[in-house]
């Protein structure tokens, strides 16, 4: 049989292993990736000074429609009047406690009731209307239901993420739960297990990681959501990054909504990263992570038995058991 040639070869290989870089869904190095990404930037600030660069009459675009790069990044002007004067840090604190009360509050509440939403067809149908209105109303009409419910003070703000997040955990929920397969629920009804012992060690374990990535984009959103809720500021609170912009804006700040535009994004990414991270250290067989927070989280739910484990090996315990004087009753009298 003769031997296949180079050009046998090239016209039996699949399309995606002869286009390079325009293959379709092929992975590309990380090195490439951070090269583009950084690529991308460059191109933006390029753009960025070409429309505003020169003496102010000459540049495409005005300073009060778009500073310039060096006037957004001046240090004295700019960012020390944005750190210090306007107290950019205790800002961006305020609005992420907010965004964390509210959104733990959603998933605090919307986790379990997704849970018996996708355990038991007829609670979801129960459900369906507030899920389906929380879902589809416009996020910008919740502002005037939450000022008639909550008044405009740091109660608000934490409800209206609370109502702007906790359908969408319910819903997301109830989805990973009802993708779990089936024949994981046979296999446990046949080793004689109970209903709530397949809701809790079958059920939620499995659908764990999909509702944990769901809460990691949601989070993300609800930072996004907070500042619709941070355009009114009561009495002496922080007024939140919303606020800073909002008034940023009514000031004509221009640098300085800039720069509170390139803030957000860099913090949501940071948090969406360390909560990714958490999010493989917890599922190490879905994502790869070391799995260094599932020993931990297992030592702290099976903490005695692991610490009994440390001590005493498997067959000690099943040499005790089987020991005659572990069978025997003991007598509390003497023997005659």
Same mark, same amino acid.
């Given at each position: 049989?003769?031997? !296949?040639? /180079?050009?046998?070869?090239? /016209?039996?290989?699949? !399309?995606?292993?002869?286009?390079?870089?325009?293959?379709?869904? #092929?992975?590309? !190095?990380?090195?490439?990736?951070?090269?583009?990404?950084?690529?991308?930037? /460059?191109?933006?600030?390029?753009?960025?000074?070409?429309?505003?660069?020169?003496?102010?009459?000459? #540049?495409?675009?005005?300073?009060?429609?778009?500073?310039?790069?060096?006037?957004?990044?001046?240090?004295?002007?700019?960012?020390? @009047?944005?750190?210090?004067? @306007?107290?950019?840090r205790g800002n961006l604190l305020a609005s992420l406690r907010r965004v964390a009360t509210g959104f733990g509050l959603a998933a605090a509440i919307g986790v379990p009731l997704g849970v018996l939403c996708g355990c038991f067809p007829w609670f979801n149908a129960f459900l369906a209307p507030v899920t389906i209105f929380g879902r589809n109303i416009p996020i910008a009409a919740l502002i005037p239901l939450t000022f008639s419910f909550f008044g405009i003070g740091e109660f608000q703000k934490v409800m209206f993420i609370f109502i702007a997040c906790v359908?969408?955990?319910?819903?997301?929920?109830?989805?990973?739960?009802?993708?779990?397969? +089936?024949?994981?629920i046979d296999t446990a009804y046949t080793l004689g297990a109970k209903r709530r012992q397949i809701i809790l060690k079958v059920l939620v374990p499995l659908a764990l990681p999909s509702i944990f990535n769901s809460l990691r984009l949601l989070f993300g959103l609800a930072f996004g959501y907070i500042m619709l809720a941070e355009l009114v500021k009561f009495g002496g609170e922080s007024g939140g990054l919303g606020e800073m912009i909002n008034?940023? +804006?009514?000031? #004509?700040? #221009?640098?300085?909504?800039?720069?509170?535009?390139?803030?957000?994004?860099?913090? /949501?990414?940071?948090?969406?990263?360390?909560?990714?991270?958490?999010? @493989?250290?917890?599922? !190490?067989?879905?994502?790869?992570?070391?799995?260094?927070?599932?020993?931990?989280t297992r030592v702290l739910l099976h903490g005695w038995e692991d610490f009994k484990g440390i001590f005493f090996s498997p067959a000690e315990y099943a040499h005790a058991a089987a020991s005659p004087e572990a069978a025997a009753p003991r007598s509390t009298e003497a023997a005659p």
């Amino acid at each position: 049989m003769d031997e !296949p040639t /180079a050009a046998d070869s090239a /016209a039996v290989a699949p !399309p995606t292993a002869r286009v390079g870089l325009f293959a379709l869904r #092929r992975e590309i !190095p990380r090195w490439l990736a951070v090269l583009l990404g950084a690529l991308c930037i /460059a191109v933006v600030f390029g753009i960025w000074h070409f429309l505003t660069r020169g003496e102010v009459e000459e #540049r495409i675009l005005s300073p009060v429609v778009l500073p310039s790069v060096a006037e957004t990044f001046d240090k004295e002007k700019s960012i020390h @009047r944005l750190f210090v004067e @306007r107290d950019l840090r205790g800002n961006l604190l305020a609005s992420l406690r907010r965004v964390a009360t509210g959104f733990g509050l959603a998933a605090a509440i919307g986790v379990p009731l997704g849970v018996l939403c996708g355990c038991f067809p007829w609670f979801n149908a129960f459900l369906a209307p507030v899920t389906i209105f929380g879902r589809n109303i416009p996020i910008a009409a919740l502002i005037p239901l939450t000022f008639s419910f909550f008044g405009i003070g740091e109660f608000q703000k934490v409800m209206f993420i609370f109502i702007a997040c906790v359908a969408f955990v319910i819903s997301d929920t109830a989805r990973a739960i009802a993708d779990v397969d +089936q024949r994981y629920i046979d296999t446990a009804y046949t080793l004689g297990a109970k209903r709530r012992q397949i809701i809790l060690k079958v059920l939620v374990p499995l659908a764990l990681p999909s509702i944990f990535n769901s809460l990691r984009l949601l989070f993300g959103l609800a930072f996004g959501y907070i500042m619709l809720a941070e355009l009114v500021k009561f009495g002496g609170e922080s007024g939140g990054l919303g606020e800073m912009i909002n008034t940023s +804006q009514r000031l #004509r700040l #221009r640098t300085h909504v800039l720069l509170i535009l390139m803030i957000i994004p860099i913090v /949501a990414l940071t948090i969406d990263r360390v909560l990714y991270w958490i999010q @493989r250290s917890l599922f !190490p067989h879905e994502y790869g992570g070391n799995g260094w927070l599932l020993k931990l989280t297992r030592v702290l739910l099976h903490g005695w038995e692991d610490f009994k484990g440390i001590f005493f090996s498997p067959a000690e315990y099943a040499h005790a058991a089987a020991s005659p004087e572990a069978a025997a009753p003991r007598s509390t009298e003497a023997a005659p």
